[in-house]
Each structure stands twice: as C-alpha cells, then as structure tokens.
DNA sequence: GCTATTGTACTAATTAACTAGTACGCTAGC
DNA sequence: GCTAGCGTACTAGTTAATTAGTACAATAGC
C-alpha cells in the first residue's frame, strides 16, 4: 500500500478538503512527484472509509488547478508538464486572488500600510501555528 | 429619518454582515461619531424590510467588537471610549475578514508561510506605492 | 468484441448557516 | 406600580454545502 492519506471526519474542514491539502502539499514538498500514480478513486475512499464521489471531487479540484490528470479508465497522476514549480505557481495565483481583494479593500478603507502588515502577520500567525504544533483548535 | 443602511439578501452575503460592516466603515470615516446613536432594532428592521432578529446580530457582533454599546431599554450608541482608536479597530476588522479568508485559502492549497508571505508583500508593493516604505526586499 | 478497472453523473440524505416569528426581560418616564 | 419602548431568548422554516448511494461512460488488456 502506497502513501495514504487521513482524514478526519469530525475536524470541521471538508474531507475533499483535507485530501486535496495533503495532495498539493505533498507535491510541494516532493513527496509525490511528476508522473506518479495516485491511489485509485475507489481504493482512496475504501482505505479511508468514505464514499468515492468524494474523493472524486478532491481529484477534481486537483485537476482543476492542474496539480493532476486525470483520466477515466486509467487513473490520477501528478501532473508531470508543470513539475513541481507549476503546482505551486497554480497554488499561489489563487491565493493572489484573495490577498489582492483582501489588501484592496484595506485601502479603500484608509488603512496604513503599516497596519495592514500587522494585521496580515496576526492572521499568520493564527492560521500557521509557530513551530510545529500539529494540534488543531477550534477558533473562537 | 437620519442616515439609513441598505442591505441587499440577493448578493450572497449574509444580511447581518451587511449592516456590521457599513456600520464599521461609518465610524471608520467618521460619519458615525462616537456617543451617536443608532437606529433601533426594530426601526431599522422596518426599514430594511428585515426580521428584527437579524438587525439584533449585527448590533450584538458589533457589541462583540467594540464598537458600539447596547443596552436594552435605553438604545445602540456607537462606542465612546474608544473614539479614534476604536474606529480603526473596528476597520481592521473588516479587513481582517478579507486577510483571514486570504490565509485560510493558501493554508488549505497547502501554500507555506513563507511563500504566502511572499504574495502578500507583493500585493502589498502593487497596491501601496513605494514611498516610504522602509526597505525590506532581501532576506525576511 | 468482452470484461475488468477507472473516473463520472445523477440523486438523495445529512448538516450547518441564516433568517424570520413570537414571547419575554430590562430601562425610562408617568 | 404601570405603561411604552428597546434589546434578547427561544423556536421554526429556508437555503446551501457536504457527503453518500447507485448507475453509467471511458480506457486497457484479453
């Protein structure tokens, strides 16, 4: 059995969210490279205990974002014409997206640019927990 | 009647968020001066065709903020102790709405802290001109 | 062509968020 | 105290998102 995820039902975060996060994470890390095989639509669900349309969607959004291609018939793969670089460049055009909207309406509203960065450091700091806390708590 | 909100249910957002942010932005550029008081639950969910209930949440979020005080029997006022430092408090928290969504997106693509660093300095260069900005290109 | 394996499409059940309806507690003025 | 005005608590209806169940289409190997 090759690399397998987990999810947790109960964290509050959508399971296709959490595969597609340990998917393009794992890519970007290098964990799974160009080219290699993702376990099958119906194996992933049967190893995590959940219905196959949902890892279906994660796959989805994966290729969606052009961190996989995905064919009926033969299976999921990496990506292998963006590699590694590709991926995240796909990653952060979407995130770009919400900053560029979160950074405009600061200024709308006369924020300083000081206190923009302020602001952006304590969100960091609430979403990337220092050092490597892999407890989850439940904000607020 | 004094200054009256609009609030549209088809957009999407959620009505009470409506009312909470235009009231931030109000006191943030000084339309709505501390001590000032607000329209009453009930008034100002006749006027927006609204149930009272959700005019309620929005002053009660807005109470949770600090931005206005409430009591019942006497009326909403917009919060006096804190005049100027609140309304920019209460103006980042309207941005930090937009960064929180920002953040949670790129950790959710599995986007490191360092990379969403990196995006937001750019976004941060192409919205806030170089003028004084203190000079922070090589290494963070 | 036939069969096994893979992803997909369509539909339903569950859950959470949001809003509305109604009745109640608190404050002010008489 | 009593009344009027204001916010609050509790409950129910609506809507959207998420997940699951079942049947279908595409590819590979025989």
Avoid: C
């Avoid at 039902?9 to 959508?14: A, D, E, N, Y």
């Amino acid at each position: 059995m090759p690399p397998i995820f987990t999810v947790d039902p109960r964290s509050g975060v959508p399971i296709y969210l959490q595969i597609t996060e340990q998917v393009k994470r794992s890519v970007a890390v290098g964990v799974l490279t160009p080219g290699e095989q993702l376990p099958t639509v119906k194996q992933l669900a049967a190893d995590l205990v959940i219905n196959a349309n949902t890892v279906a969607r994660a796959y989805r959004e994966l290729e969606r974002d052009r961190v996989i291609e995905t064919t009926p018939g033969r299976g999921s793969f990496i990506a292998s014409n963006g590699s590694v670089a590709g991926a995240k460049r796909a990653v952060a055009d979407v995130v770009d997206q919400a900053l560029v909207a979160a950074v405009r309406e600061a200024r709308s509203m006369g924020l300083g640019r000081g206190d923009l960065k302020d602001l952006f450091e304590r969100s960091l700091d609430r979403w990337y927990p220092h050092d490597n806390a892999s407890e989850e708590n439940a904000a607020s």
